[in-house]
């Protein structure tokens, strides 16, 4: 089964790669991340996560994924707003993210463990390039909201791995 990532930071990686290889030598720091492709992409990601968190207060089945569900749309809400305040800031117009159309967990009885699941996949990847994003760039405006960040990502993931614990229980 192929299944398309939640919450994509597809083609940042290479971009990253390129910047972490501006670190080991000064003369190659413009290879760092522009600060607009990444609070683009930052963007994107909360809004998907948004959404993800309003299927799973409305599809999910238990208390523990319904109240998941409402815990990312306030953390993402919340991150989205710094992004776009940043963004404001730099003076930097950012794209509208497209509509969440990628594979979304199966609706029914299996829903809570396969939302859980992929978002335990989907935040460690994020939690992975936002580490890598934060220690490439050299924006210490965009390093300090990438930091503040990586916290609840963390929290997320771990949350959604305890869902996943207790619905292979039952």
Same mark, same amino acid.
């Given at each position: ?13 290479? #971009?990253?790669?390129?910047?972490? +290889?501006? %670190?080991? *030598? @000064? $003369?190659? &720091?413009?290879?760092?991340? =522009? ?12 809004q998907k996560e948004i959404a ?19 815990m990312l749309v306030k953390d ?9 305040? #940043?963004?404001?800031?730099?003076? +930097?117009? %950012?794209? *509208? @993210? $497209?509509? &969440?159309?990628?594979?979304? =967990?199966p609706m029914g009885a299996d ?55 207790? *619905?292979?229980?039952?």
């Amino acid at each position: 089964m192929h299944r398309t990532r939640l919450c994509s930071w597809r083609g940042l990686g290479s #971009l990253f790669g390129l910047a972490l +290889l501006g %670190l080991a *030598t @000064p $003369a190659m &720091a413009a290879d760092a991340p =522009p600060t607009a492709e990444v609070l683009g992409k930052l963007h994107e990601s909360n809004q998907k996560e948004i959404a993800m968190g309003k299927m799973a207060q409305k599809s999910g089945k238990s208390k523990e994924v319904t109240s998941y569900g409402k815990m990312l749309v306030k953390d993402h809400s919340a991150a989205d707003k710094k992004v776009l305040a #940043l963004a404001k800031q730099e003076k +930097l117009e %950012l794209p *509208t @993210p $497209a509509a &969440a159309k990628e594979d979304m =967990p199966p609706m029914g009885a299996d829903f809570d463990a396969a939302f859980a699941k992929s978002m335990v996949d989907d935040h460690k990847k994020d939690i992975d390039e936002v580490t890598k994003a934060r220690d490439a760039t050299t924006d210490d405006k965009l390093k300090k909201l990438l930091a503040d960040m990586l916290p609840t990502l963390q929290k997320h993931e771990d949350t959604a791995q305890k869902i996943v614990d207790n *619905t292979g229980k039952k």
